[in-house]
């Protein structure tokens, strides 16, 4: 009825070219913007920011960062906390050395150094694949952690080994410190995601985004169609540490504040965004925001029913998260192997004959 | 002799040891591996839930204590009798049988035909559940176990070479029993495969699933069967580790560290288990003695991922393993 194709006359290639083709799901887009861009920073609480908005934000950066390497290039990394480590103390060394600049520029240029670092620990997997590859960024993981943690440049010289986020302000409003809003938070995570999405969407969809698919999918075949396997690797892995680096920024300088390498940017870090695209959706732009969404509300829905409502201890219930996290991901695996993307994906192919199937 | 020589000796036993340690864990994934094409990430967790299993049978703790406690509202912890170490072993190894069963009944078979990135990825989930559960189970403080293994310094080794260097080697008797059973359990294996009747069909399953289940081999037997082996396997690793450090979470990382001995010594070869550990073991230890205090120490944490980076960028099949070939 309202789900359709038709009565909606495309004239000119940019129509037909356009990111969302249906009519509903354009305004359903712009409703999206409008109310996170709009209504949310006017509702916002402390609570919410923290509990929730914030991480997934966050996570949704990194989120789609992993599911362009992985879900789209085949390429498993299970580097994405050293990564994002890059991109915190990246950040943090850029805030203190260049105060005058804006924070805005600094998260950009975090961004652009972990891209860097990641097509550096791209280089082996132009000669290995598969899980072969998968441990080759554990040593990413391992040896950038133990960098930060050891080279005190890093922290500059501090005493605790710890990186603390100055107060940074964009248009006067404080975004990182102490004295910060919610409202102002949430909103420059917001740019930031808005961003990202439509330049990860829009170029997963065009040339590059079909080069790191045929890759994936068989990339032997790729280069007999003459995609360049070293050029389009390499590219994924750049793309996808560019968006990492910039969440590891993030999650840093306005999220925690103050971060620790090991602490913060573990191997538990990996493997959480890599169950956020596994559950969201391996090679879905709406994937990556529906899983990180999912594994962000997990815990604080545990925590309302399992501690606030029965009134168990938390590490019981911490414990049973970790269940649940591991059946869920062997569930996923085994019913839909596309995550909740796919089940979105059906929904609308369902959407579009209803209510007259046949 | 110089002294940073002897050091350096000293250091190279040690790391020899260790390396039979990570060899153990890294033996439990060929086994998995070579079976079913399974990369069982979960495996130092089995490790670490055996352990623990085998801690609470010993000490006679009742299972899922802190839940009971917490929804019915009582206060029990202990059923108040201990259990002998063989028996419990014998009790952990059924353990580790069902819950090889209900591995392949309720994940595996399900993702028979799956690409190995998939099954990757399940084991990880695996590994997060089994850790749940044992957490869950037998509580997740740091045990203690004691099945009755010697430990402490070797007086024969310490005062033998402090004769002939003046220096006394420190060798940990646990060390030298992890060694022996390790070598026990290879020869075992390596019996088992080559002389047994399962051992021959666990090998046919190896070479070719189809082929295997063409002559009337059982897959769903051979494979929980294997997953049996590994988990007994795990067990062993479990018994070394916890009694060296305790039984604790930090024992389910040293899955992560069997990775690199695995890449090194090659994914399906016995032999290349045990030899990319030792090479893994010293290694680290020796880079750690001579590089270590020059840029800070811990350098452990990632020395063995970056020795197999390099590594696999030469030769991506590993030490011993089957050449890779692909087809279109």
Same mark, same amino acid.
């Given at each position: 009825m309202f789900y359709r194709e038709a009565g909606d006359f495309k004239t000119s290639y940019t129509d037909d070219?356009?990111?969302?083709?249906?009519?509903? /799901?354009?305004?359903?887009?712009?409703v999206v913007l409008a109310v996170a861009f709009g209504v949310i920073p006017f509702l916002i609480n402390d609570y919410w920011a923290n509990a929730f908005l914030l991480p997934f934000l966050i996570y949704s950066i990194a989120a789609i960062g992993l599911n362009i390497l992985t879900g789209y290039c085949g390429q498993v990394s299970l580097g994405t906390g050293g990564f994002m480590a890059v991109g915190a103390y990246a950040c943090y060394k850029l805030?203190?050395?260049?105060?005058?600049?804006?924070?805005?520029? =600094?998260?950009?240029?975090?961004?652009?150094?972990?891209?860097?670092v990641c097509t550096a620990f791209g280089l082996p997997s132009l000669r290995i694949k598969g899980f072969y590859l998968a441990v080759a960024t554990l040593a990413a993981q391992f040896f950038l952690v133990w960098l930060f943690n050891k080279v005190s440049w890093?922290?500059?010289?501090?005493?605790?080994?710890?990186?603390?986020?100055?107060?940074?302000?964009?248009?006067?409003v404080p975004v990182t410190g102490a004295n910060t809003d919610a409202w102002a938070t949430y909103l420059f995570c917001l740019v930031f995601l808005a961003i990202s999405a439509i330049i990860a969407r829009n170029l997963t969809r065009g040339m590059q985004g079909r080069k790191w698919m045929a890759?994936? /999918?068989? /990339?032997?075949?790729?280069?007999?169609?003459?995609?360049?396997?070293?050029?389009?690797?390499?590219?994924?892995?750049?793309?996808?540490?560019?968006?990492?680096?910039?969440?590891?920024?993030?999650?840093?300088a306005v999220y925690l504040g103050a971060a620790e390498a090991g602490d913060s940017f573990g191997i538990q870090k990996s493997f959480l965004v890599l169950f956020m695209i596994i559950i969201g959706g391996l090679g879905s732009i709406f994937g990556s925001f529906a899983g990180a969404a999912f594994l962000v509300l997990l815990p604080v829905a545990l925590k309302l029913v399992g501690v606030d409502m029965f009134g168990w201890p938390t590490d019981i219930v911490a414990h049973i998260q970790l269940?649940?996290?591991?059946?869920?991901?062997?569930?996923?695996?085994?019913?839909?192997? =596309?995550?909740?993307?796919?089940?979105?994906?059906?929904?609308?192919e369902k959407l579009r004959l209803w209510p007259f199937p046949h | 002799m110089p002294e940073q020589l002897v050091f350096a000796m000293e250091v190279f036993l040690n790391g020899l040891m260790a390396g039979v340690l990570y060899a153990l864990v890294a033996l439990g994934f060929v086994l998995i591996f070579?079976?079913?094409?399974?990369?069982?990430?979960?495996?130092?967790?089995?490790?670490?839930?055996?352990?623990?299993?085998?801690?609470?049978?010993?000490?006679?703790?009742?299972?899922?204590? *802190?839940?009971?406690?917490?929804?019915?509202?009582?206060?029990? *912890?202990y059923f108040g009798w201990t259990v002998p170490a063989l028996l419990a072993i014998i009790l952990t190894v059924a353990v580790m049988v069902l819950f090889a069963w209900a591995v392949q009944k309720y994940i595996f078979r399900h993702l028979v035909g799956q690409e190995p990135i998939i099954l990757f990825m399940a084991t990880i989930g695996l590994a997060y559940f089994l850790e749940g559960v044992g957490d869950l189970m037998w509580n997740s403080e740091i045990k203690k176990l004691d099945v009755g293994l010697p430990q402490g310094i070797n007086e024969a080794i310490d005062s033998y070479t402090f004769n002939i260097f003046d220096y006394g080697f420190f060798i940990d008797n646990l060390d030298i029993v992890a060694t022996v059973i390790a070598a026990l359990l290879v020869g075992g294996l390596v019996i088992f495969s080559q002389y047994s009747k399962e051992g021959r069909a666990m090998r046919a399953v190896a070479d070719d699933h189809q082929a295997a289940l063409s002559v009337g081999v059982s897959l769903n037997f051979i494979w929980i069967m294997v997953w049996s082996v590994a988990g007994f396997v795990a067990l062993v690793a479990g018994i070394m580790w916890g009694t060296k450090s305790g039984v604790q979470f930090?024992?389910?990382?040293?899955?992560?560290?069997?990775?690199?001995?695995?890449?090194?010594?090659?994914?399906?070869?016995?032999?290349?288990?045990?030899?990319?550990?030792?090479?893994?073991?010293?290694?680290?230890?020796?880079?750690?003695?001579?590089?270590?205090?020059m840029v800070g120490g811990a350098t452990e944490n990632w020395f063995a991922y970056v020795l197999a980076l390099i590594f696999l960028v030469f030769r991506p099949q590993g030490l011993f393993g089957e050449k890779i070939i692909e087809r279109v």
């Open positions: 070219n356009q990111t969302f083709p249906i009519k509903f /799901d354009r305004y359903r887009y712009y805030m203190t050395a260049f105060p005058e600049v804006n924070i805005f520029f =600094h998260v950009i240029a975090a961004g652009g150094i972990t891209a860097i890093f922290y500059n010289y501090s005493a605790s080994g710890q990186i603390n986020a100055p107060e940074r302000t964009v248009f006067g890759i994936r /999918d068989m /990339d032997i075949a790729a280069e007999i169609i003459g995609v360049n396997p070293l050029k389009a690797k390499l590219s994924a892995f750049a793309v996808s540490g560019f968006f990492i680096g910039i969440s590891g920024a993030l999650f840093f269940i649940i996290v591991g059946a869920l991901i062997i569930i996923f695996l085994i019913a839909e192997p =596309h995550g909740i993307a796919q089940l979105w994906r059906v929904a609308k | 070579k079976a079913s094409g399974i990369f069982n990430y979960a495996q130092g967790v089995m490790a670490l839930f055996s352990a623990m299993t085998l801690v609470g049978i010993m000490k006679g703790q009742v299972p899922f204590a *802190h839940v009971i406690n917490a929804i019915f509202g009582t206060d029990v *912890h930090s024992l389910s990382l040293i899955a992560l560290k069997a990775l690199p001995v695995l890449m090194l010594g090659g994914f399906t070869s016995i032999p290349g288990a045990i030899v990319g550990g030792l090479i893994i073991g010293v290694g680290e230890k020796l880079f750690e003695f001579a590089i270590g205090p």
